[in-house]
């Protein structure tokens, strides 16, 4: 079973710039997850997307981030314009449900964002 | 207080020792309690997930829940040095299947 992907693997801006990252959930997962996981951190949950719904975004910055999920597969998320204290890696998870609290997150590779 | 709290070590232990990790979490932490092993530059993966108070083993780990103290821990027998890693500890949001994630504590594991 192929895992989670995401692309780039990095990617180096400059402030002000704008980038876009992209997740392919595992197959037949109905959840997806955006985490921010910035160095020497936990993860932190930006988004989380069943199907193509938002269930919850209060941690995301609403004035320079967004996110979509089409079609309820494929997830970007963006960022414009981006700042300095955005470089981290993001990572995108998936998990099949979440009607269960015993769901298990897959996490994808991540994309590590550098900001200068 | 933080919802997941770990000491951020670093933490070493000698190969063979039992290696013991702890977290705290708070009120706004439910009921399913996550380990994720997360090698440098790499992604996290679940390495143990516990839900019911006592203990839980899977191989060489062993993770223990106490509800009561709001404490998590994970033991790791005969630890190896490809057990050196950041350990993350990881609760569900109360009424969320969303995670709060600790810090994260560093073992390195010393042939």
């Known amino acids: 079973e192929a895992g989670v992907a995401q692309s780039p693997r990095y990617k180096i801006i400059e402030k002000r710039q704008s980038v876009a990252f992209w997740c392919n959930p595992i197959?037949?997962?109905?959840?997806l997850y955006w985490y921010q996981q910035i160095l020497g951190q936990g993860p932190k949950l930006l988004i989380q997307?069943?199907?193509?719904?938002?269930?919850?975004d209060s941690q995301l910055p609403k004035d320079r981030f967004s996110a979509e999920r089409l079609k309820g597969v494929d997830s970007t998320l963006k960022i414009q314009p981006a700042k300095l204290e955005d470089s981290a890696v993001y990572l995108c998870?998936?998990?099949?449900?979440?009607?269960?609290?015993?769901?298990?997150?897959?996490f994808g590779p991540g994309t590590r964002l550098t900001v200068l | 207080q933080k919802e997941v709290e770990q000491n951020s070590g670093p933490l070493s232990v000698p190969e063979g020792a039992i290696a013991s990790l702890n977290c705290t979490y708070s009120?706004?932490?439910?009921?399913?309690f996550f380990w994720y092993r997360q090698y440098s530059g790499k992604s996290p993966e679940l390495i143990m997930s516990?839900?019911?108070?006592g203990d839980k083993e899977d191989g060489r780990f062993t993770a223990q829940l106490n509800k009561a103290s709001q404490y998590v821990s994970l033991l790791i027998r005969d630890s190896q040095p490809s057990d050196s890693a950041t350990y993350l500890c990881?609760?569900?949001?109360?009424?969320?299947?969303?995670?709060?994630f600790g810090t994260g504590t560093r073992l390195t594991v010393i042939p």
């Open positions: 998870a998936s998990s099949l449900s979440p009607s269960s609290y015993t769901d298990t997150q897959y």
């Open positions: 197959s037949g997962h109905a959840t």
């Open positions: 997307f069943q199907n193509n719904g938002v269930v919850d």
């Open positions: 009120d706004r932490v439910s009921q399913s």
């Open positions: 516990i839900y019911s108070n």
């Open positions: 990881a609760g569900d949001q109360t009424g969320a299947n969303n995670l709060f």
